[in-house]
């Protein structure tokens, strides 16, 4: 089974930016199911952005056109590229394999 390793978390300023990764232990590109999902202080976990099954990267209204998710495939790593990021982004993210295998999370803190 494949494992997830996120990192990249910490305290960023309003309209700043940051950048979380997410390393799987097998070959990123064969996981076609990889997503972001975020969980905010006494919230649910809630999804981000993630690609489709029809191979379509989509993103969550509120982070659309300031969140981007890269790919760097010799290094089996993913991103989620934080710009522009509010105070209501403030959240522990996590990425995930089909909803099936997750990162630890990565704790994100947007304040000034």
């Known amino acids: 089974q494949v494992q997830l390793v996120d990192a990249g978390g910490g305290l960023v300023q309003p309209g700043g930016s940051l950048r979380l990764s997410c390393t799987a232990s097998?070959?990123?590109?064969?996981?076609?199911?990889l997503a972001w999902y975020r969980q905010a202080p006494g919230k649910g976990r809630e999804w981000v952005a993630g690609m489709s099954t029809d191979g379509i990267i989509r993103y969550e209204d509120f982070v659309k056109g300031r969140f981007i998710i890269p790919r760097d495939d010799a290094k089996n790593t993913a991103y989620l590229q934080m710009n522009n990021p509010k105070p209501k982004n403030t959240a522990i993210y996590y990425c995930?394999?089909?909803?099936?295998?997750w990162g630890q999370g990565a704790p994100i803190t947007v304040s000034s």
């Open positions: 097998e070959k990123i590109v064969n996981i076609l199911s």
């Open positions: 995930t394999a089909g909803t099936t295998t």
